[in-house]
């Protein structure tokens, strides 16, 4: 589970790089994460000015995640990089843009609606028409199907008379 640094938590962590005082290994230990991210973070800090780490959810063109991934094989950069260049917070969520492209395509990086599917309302049938073959046809299937049942029925009481398991009484 990734944890959520709040903007001041990473705000401490890129002055105190930057000012000398501490390493990115002794911060990751600090902040229990690894370097790349505290690297990250004092990379776009860099790039972007506390802008970088004001984020809220957000939701990418199709067109926008195929330009990332486009300027990220034209230059060579890496995922990291990539992230840092056009502020995205999280480098895995381009790892995951070209891993879905490579196997689905285009149609792959189309935003889908989160949750579980809307359930569909049923709609009533028509009632067809008095007299009408329609009509007719579901009667006959409805009394197909009560016949059956007391067929099925029936049979069932007839084992259970039948059972040798059943004791005499005297």
Do not use: C
């Amino acid at each position: 589970m990734a944890l959520k640094f709040t903007l001041e938590d990473k705000l401490e962590a890129v002055n105190g790089y930057l000012q000398g005082i501490k390493s990115y290994t002794t911060l990751a230990q600090e902040f229990d994460t690894s370097t790349s991210v505290i690297m990250n973070w004092v990379k776009q800090y860099e790039l972007h000015g506390i802008e970088a780490f004001n984020k809220s959810y957000t939701s990418y063109s199709v067109e926008y995640k195929l330009d990332v991934l486009r300027y990220m094989n034209d230059n060579g950069t890496s995922p990291n990089e990539t992230a840092v260049i056009f502020n995205i917070p999280d480098p895995s969520t381009i790892r995951k843009w070209r891993r879905v492209y490579e196997k689905e395509g285009i149609d792959g990086l189309q935003s889908r609606k989160k949750g579980r599917p809307s359930m569909k309302k049923e709609t009533k049938k028509s009632i067809p028409p008095k007299g009408s073959v329609e009509e007719l046809q579901e009667e006959i299937d409805r009394l197909r199907m009560e016949n059956a049942y007391l067929k099925k029925l029936n049979a069932l009481v007839q084992n259970k008379e039948k059972s040798p398991n059943k004791t005499k009484r005297k």
